[in-house]
């Protein structure tokens, strides 16, 4: 009579256990107090609270630590090269300004900008830090692929004007003037005589020497001039002529588009025509390439042009109107849907 009720049973189970209805918890009003449970819980947060600050504050001390100690500084730059004709104390002197600032939080990129601005000769710059204080700069320049052979020509000398030699005149006189133990100087004035003037300063215009000079280099992948290396004869050799001055190591001597189209055409040649070319020379005024193959052949190209179609038209005739067997000075690709030819020693080839 007294005995606790069982529940009602929702169903009957085969295996398992008895399944019982489950009973509901009785619901309470959560209570609107500000602290739950009272002070016990303002002290709870409160620990919180200052477990965070001080986790925080530990972690701005390690930050500024590893900003200004000088464990962490730039004291090393290390210079990686594949090749040993790169001068690496020259780019050590360009990079050695980010000695000192702290290597956790400095930008690798500065000295990328910096190497790549100064040096573009490089065709990879990678920078890597090795902490706590070493930065190593691995560097990669772009191929050698031909010889350059340039030519310029030394300026003219300066004419000597008449005015020259009367302003010398006056400059002796005055000097003697003032002072008599230099009286001697006035028997200097010859000096302003024609004939050693003629001799000194070029006065005669009709004994003025043009000395031509060349200048052997080589030139990598974006038309540099490389002076560092020897002459390679299994690269192919770029005439440049009717410069004014000589060029410079790592000089732009034959820019990177015009570059890019000459070694384009080199090889479409030997895919398409089977042709091997030798020499090139470039004529960046009159905008034109002549390239020299292992026939003796010479091709005239404009490379403002697609060098694809000048090539395709002599392709189609070269053989059909048997060219392979005259004795050609050039072939002028540069004129569209037009194939113009000079024999040797023709009017055409002087």
Excluded at 58 to 83: D, G, K, M, P
Excluded at 105 to 112: A, E, G, L, T, V
Excluded at 188 to 211: M, R, Y
Excluded at 231 to 240: G, K, P, R, S
Aim: charged letters at 30%; proline letters at 4%.
């Amino acid at each position: 009579m007294f005995r606790k009720k069982k529940p009602k049973r929702l169903y009957y189970p085969v295996k398992s256990r008895w399944y019982t209805k489950p009973r509901r918890k009785s619901s309470v009003k959560r209570s609107n107090k500000l602290f739950k449970g009272g002070w016990s819980g303002f002290i709870l947060i409160l620990k919180k609270s200052l477990f965070l600050a001080v986790t925080a504050g530990l972690f701005v001390v390690l930050i500024l630590f590893l900003a200004f100690s000088s464990y962490f500084s730039v004291t090393n730059i290390e210079v990686v090269r594949e090749n040993f004709n790169i001068d690496s104390a020259e780019i050590e002197n360009e990079v050695n300004q980010y000695i000192g600032r702290s290597i956790v939080f400095f930008p690798r990129s500065k000295i990328y900008t910096t190497i790549s601005n100064k040096f573009p000769e490089f065709a990879s710059i990678k920078i890597r830090k090795v902490l706590p204080s070493t930065i190593k700069i691995q560097l990669e320049s772009y191929p050698i692929v031909a010889n350059l052979n340039a030519y310029y020509i030394l300026p003219k000398a300066e004419k000597a004007k008449e005015e020259d030699f009367t302003e010398l005149n006056k400059a002796i006189e005055e000097l003697s003037g003032s002072n008599p133990k230099i009286e001697s100087l006035k028997e200097l004035t010859p000096i302003a005589d024609e004939d050693v003037a003629g001799a000194v300063f070029d006065l005669n215009e009709e004994d003025e020497v043009i000395d031509l000079i060349e200048q052997k280099s080589l030139l990598n992948q974006i038309g540099q001039a490389i002076f560092d290396q020897e002459e390679n004869l299994e690269f192919i050799t770029i005439i440049v002529r009717g410069l004014s001055q000589p060029i410079e190591d790592r000089e732009q001597a034959i820019e990177k588009e015009h570059m890019n189209y000459i070694l384009e055409t080199i090889r479409y040649i030997k895919n398409t025509m089977n042709l091997e070319v030798l020499e090139i020379e470039y004529l960046p005024v009159a905008r034109e390439i002549h390239l020299k193959t292992n026939t003796n052949l010479v091709l005239w190209l404009d490379f403002v042009r697609d060098y694809k179609s000048q090539i395709d038209k002599l392709n189609t005739i070269y053989e059909n109107a048997e060219l392979d067997k005259e004795n050609l000075a050039y072939i002028d690709l540069r004129i569209k849907d037009k194939v113009i030819y000079c024999p040797q020693n023709a009017k055409c080839d002087n």
